[in-house]
DNA sequence: CTAATTCTGTAACGAACAGTCAAGAAAAGG
DNA sequence: CCTTTTCTTGACTGTTCGTTACAGAATTAG
């Protein structure tokens, strides 16, 4: 019936998830998202409103890309313990390997925008929630909280998890970093 | 010999930091910085060179006034355990206190500006190795380490401050935050 | 008082900002 | 073929950005 869209949607929020990821949203222009996405400025705001409407775009496949398959991995590992100590070396794998020392795009949405956009923060918080939840289930069931409420315990490894991010941002060294994935890992029975 | 400066310079930084807590370096604008400050563009320009200036200023005056008393109180606290304890319930009655969800200036200067500006970086880092000597110190004279090094657990401790005025910008809320410290607190001896 | 110096306030700079719009190009229905 | 619909392109909007320049006010030395 019409023209069919040229470029590809998922890879233009790809690009501009991983240019917010850089430079934030107030430190991106659209002039940078154009270069990044190679879509033109008007084709953006056709197909995303505005430049927040993009940033969600991006936050979402954030989510989808690194939240829920985690989640997934959450809830049918069963050797509890080497699994989040696994997905806790894992996460300094990724900071390491990454190189660049952004933090990701949770931390650096959490920090820059969820406390001036309700949009942002509900995603944020719905998300945390969610690995919360997958946390927690894992630990109840395993009888991981040494007596604590589990949901406690599963709180406090998403802290470390954000914390670790925002350490990796002054200094990614991989050492130091383990070493702190191993003393939170300490808290569990 | 010449006029003397009208504004007091200590108030205006106190301003500035205050508005870079909260909108960040990209999102705070130098007109919103004319009129935190109550000081005119170019006397701005005049005291602090430019925009980066201002937010050194802000991030040193930060340290002097949040990290270095911290530092003071770990030298000569010596109940070990409990002045940890008693400083990560403080991290929380600050977070809950101040009621806005904006993370600490380091926080936020370490993910948004660390990665751009290598003054940012050194200066974001210097005040955390300060900081994880401090702790590293206290805990390695009273052997709260488990065994471990104490470096590592200094640096598991700077990592939960962290992580918690992250988790502070999505869900500010006085019990969890106090459930988290109470967990992280569980890795010392 | 005058001269020298340094601050203050404001106007202005070019560049970059987010967002809009109209005209052309491409696809599908008839 | 032509019409209709939608996407793309690029120029353009007015605004705001960080920074500079300059005139005038205030202060001190001589």
């Given at each position: 019936?019409?023209?069919i869209r ?6 233009a ?28 400025r008007?084709?953006?705001y056709a ?7 993009l ?11 690194y ?17 989040i100590h696994?997905?806790l070396l ?8 990454d190189?660049s ?6 931390v ?32 109840g069931?395993?009888g991981l909280?040494?007596?604590r ?7 406090f490894?998403?802290t470390?998890?954000?914390?670790m ?12 970093l383990?070493?702190i994935?191993e003393?939170a ?5």
């Open positions: 019936m019409a023209r040229e470029f590809d949607t998922e890879a929020v790809e690009a501009a998830m991983w240019a917010f990821r850089r430079t934030g949203f107030e430190g991106t222009s659209i002039q940078d998202l154009v270069e990044a996405t190679g879509v033109g008007g084709s953006l197909a995303f409103g505005n430049k927040e409407g940033y969600l775009a991006a936050v979402d496949r954030y989510r989808d890309k939240a829920l398959p985690l989640i997934e991995e959450l809830r049918y590992g069963l050797p509890a313990r080497e699994l696994g997905i894992d996460v300094v794998d990724e900071i390491v390997a190189g020392r952004h933090a990701c795009l949770m650096s949405a959490a920090v820059e925008r969820a406390p001036h956009d309700p949009e942002v923060r509900v995603r944020i918080r719905a998300t945390t929630a969610s690995l919360e939840d997958a946390f927690a289930d894992l630990i069931e395993q909280a040494r007596g409420d589990p949901r406690d315990v599963a709180r490894l998403m470390t998890i954000h914390g991010r925002v350490t990796a941002a002054i200094t990614p060294d991989r050492a130091a383990t070493a994935a003393v890992l300490g808290c569990l029975a």
